[in-house]
């Protein structure tokens, strides 16, 4: 799928999202009245370290819920060790019918004050679109996992720290293809900002 279309795509979708989620990036100390819709990260740790993962729905305009009981999740996972708090790997998971060939397409955005749209906010997306792999199909998911959390420079994108990405945008987006057609998903990330800030200063705090 070339660029210019993804970034037709998401931008439907960022318009609904636009509203709803663009204060809460001023008052990241507290929860803000669409936490508990967003929902927070999970954090497990053990000797070695931590991983921080969030489960979200695939809520794709172009391909309403079919089952309402049973809807579709994308997942992100992030591992930490306690050995100078290096990111041991960063991961994306997808259903298992995706086109593996296609890839992974994940995209930034910020949510930027705008006084002359009616909500005050817009969303602008960065210029790079990254495309990432997938290391493995099963029938659980597929999954796109960067080493280090470090996705090297290509011809079209430079290189990608995804944690310190994570930490200074406002939406992740991923669009991936099956049966011809694409579907995409966004997540607000200023669950992944507080959960890191409260693991760096807590459970990461001093090593073990």
Same mark, same amino acid.
């Given at each position: #799928?070339?660029?210019?279309?993804?970034?037709?795509?998401?931008? @439907?979708?960022?318009?609904?999202? &636009?509203? +709803?989620?663009? $204060?809460?990036? $001023? &008052?990241?100390?507290?929860?803000? !009245?669409?936490?508990?819709?967003?929902?927070? *990260?999970?954090?497990?740790?053990?000797?070695?370290?931590?991983?921080?993962?969030?489960?979200?729905?695939?809520?794709? !305009? /172009?391909? !309403?819920? $079919?089952?309402?009981?049973?809807?579709?999740? +994308? &997942? @992100?996972?992030?591992?930490?060790?306690?050995?100078?708090?290096?990111?041991? *790997?960063?991961?994306?998971?997808?259903?298992?019918?995706?086109?593996?060939? +296609?890839?992974?397409?994940?995209?930034? +955005?910020?949510?930027?004050?705008?006084?002359?749209?009616?909500?005050? *906010?817009?969303?602008?997306? /960065?210029?790079?679109?990254?495309?990432? #792999?997938? /290391?493995?199909?099963?029938?659980?998911?597929? &999954?796109?996992?960067?080493?280090?959390?470090?996705?090297?420079?290509?011809?079209?994108?430079?290189?990608?720290?995804?944690?310190?990405?994570?930490?200074?945008?406002?939406?992740?987006?991923?669009?991936?293809?099956?049966?011809?057609?694409?579907?995409?998903?966004?997540?607000?990330?200023?669950?992944?900002?507080?959960?890191?800030?409260?693991? #760096?200063?807590?459970?990461?705090?001093?090593?073990?």
């Amino acid at each position: #799928m070339r660029p210019y279309r993804f970034s037709l795509a998401i931008a @439907i979708v960022l318009g609904a999202f &636009t509203a +709803a989620y663009a $204060q809460e990036y $001023q &008052t990241e100390e507290k929860d803000g !009245p669409f936490a508990a819709t967003v929902g927070n *990260w999970d954090v497990k740790c053990v000797d070695v370290g931590c991983l921080l993962s969030k489960d979200f729905v695939i809520a794709d !305009p /172009d391909h !309403p819920i $079919q089952d309402q009981a049973n809807p579709e999740f +994308a &997942t @992100i996972a992030v591992t930490i060790s306690r050995d100078g708090n290096r990111v041991g *790997w960063v991961s994306f998971q997808v259903p298992p019918d995706a086109r593996q060939d +296609a890839g992974l397409f994940v995209r930034f +955005a910020t949510s930027v004050r705008d006084p002359s749209v009616p909500v005050g *906010w817009r969303m602008e997306l /960065d210029s790079v679109l990254y495309k990432f #792999m997938f /290391d493995e199909c099963d029938s659980d998911s597929c &999954t796109a996992r960067i080493e280090r959390g470090i996705f090297p420079a290509t011809d079209s994108s430079p290189e990608l720290n995804l944690v310190e990405k994570f930490l200074n945008s406002n939406f992740v987006l991923l669009l991936f293809q099956r049966e011809g057609e694409a579907f995409r998903a966004m997540e607000p990330l200023f669950p992944f900002k507080r959960a890191y800030k409260k693991l #760096m200063e807590a459970e990461l705090a001093t090593p073990k």
